[in-house]
């Protein structure tokens, strides 16, 4: 009797034990300590993957890229608006250029005679704002170039989607069809999520080298996606439509301030144009601006005057949208 009353009761108990266990569900501490342990995992996964790229960076550059890299002011800024313009060029090769248009300038200036203030000011205007002033021409050309294409790019991702493609593959189409920067950059991004980046991470490290506002409303739009869930395909629709708008107010409003811009330009460049004009036909003449103290405190005066009105030109012909 007693045999069948433990018997009984070993079964009553592995049975409350299975109730229990199939009742109560999984361990909400067990959950949160494995997410946790996700979240640290892949927190160290993109700690080692930028790691790695910052050290293989930091390996490929060259004598001539640390040289350099010392002297110039800001080498990380400088090294983000040289990667802007979508060549290949290093701080070394920068600095390198600086230095030769620097050494060239003086040398000739000061074989011409000329008073060493004079000298000194054209020397860094040339040989340091000449290839700052290129750079930034080449940046402004390439974003306008992916401003421009950008919402056809948008138009193709909304296909892509539509048509039951994940958003990661119809990046890499993007990249593989869109001919420029817009699909240099989105193959960029696609490369960076092949190695382990995540598509949040990839997309603002983009946003922040091209620093346009149209790519940012783009990285917002999918970031907000994701969280909040939604039709991707309609969202980034509208975007390109806006996108589209606001090129075309940026068009109106450059037609009607290109008026003011062309008067600037020409009242701020005329007294230059003088000054070189009478310095070729009588150097010693306009020499005294370097010499006499009274001219050069009127010399600087009018530079100052100047500078303040073309700032406020600028200022009145500038609009943000």
Do not use: C
Not at 160 to 182: C, D, H, K, N, Q
Not at 199 to 228: H, K, N, S
Request: hydrophobic share 50%; glycine share 10%; charged share 20%.
């Amino acid at each position: 009797m007693l045999p069948q009353i433990l018997m009984v009761a070993a079964l009553a108990s592995v049975t409350m034990v299975l109730l229990v266990l199939a009742l109560s569900g999984p361990s909400a501490t067990r959950i949160q300590a494995r997410r946790v342990a996700g979240l640290r995992d892949r927190h160290r996964t993109e700690e080692v993957v930028q790691a790695q790229i910052k050290g293989i960076a930091t390996a490929r550059d060259s004598k001539m890229d640390v040289a350099f890299g010392r002297i110039l002011p800001n080498r990380e800024q400088l090294a983000k608006r040289l990667a802007m313009t979508g060549r290949d060029w290093t701080v070394g090769q920068y600095g390198l250029v600086t230095a030769i248009l620097l050494v060239v300038t003086m040398a000739v200036l000061w074989l011409k005679g000329l008073p060493l203030v004079l000298l000194l000011m054209l020397s860094l205007l040339i040989g340091a704002g000449l290839p700052h002033f290129v750079v930034g021409r080449l940046i402004a050309r390439r974003v306008n170039k992916f401003t421009v294409r950008f919402p056809d790019a948008i138009d193709l991702l909304v296909r892509g989607l539509r048509s039951g493609l994940p958003i990661s593959e119809t990046m890499g189409v993007v990249g593989a069809e869109v001919v420029g920067p817009v699909g240099e950059e989105f193959r960029a991004i696609a490369d960076k999520m092949k190695i382990g980046r995540s598509m949040d991470v990839a997309l603002q490290e983009t946003a922040d080298r091209l620093g346009t506002p149209e790519f940012q409303f783009f990285v917002i739009t999918i970031a907000i996606q994701r969280e909040t869930g939604g039709n991707l395909a309609e969202t980034l629709a509208n975007l390109a439509d806006v996108l589209r708008k606001r090129a075309q107010m940026k068009l109106k409003i450059r037609a009607m301030s290109s008026e003011s811009k062309a008067s600037a330009y020409i009242v701020g460049s005329l007294p230059f144009v003088v000054f070189g004009l009478i310095w070729f036909i009588n150097d010693k003449y306009m020499q005294n601006f370097f010499v006499d103290e009274r001219l050069i405190a009127v010399g600087v005066g009018g530079m100052v005057w100047m500078g303040i009105g073309g700032f406020i030109m600028a200022k009145m012909v500038s609009f943000e949208i």
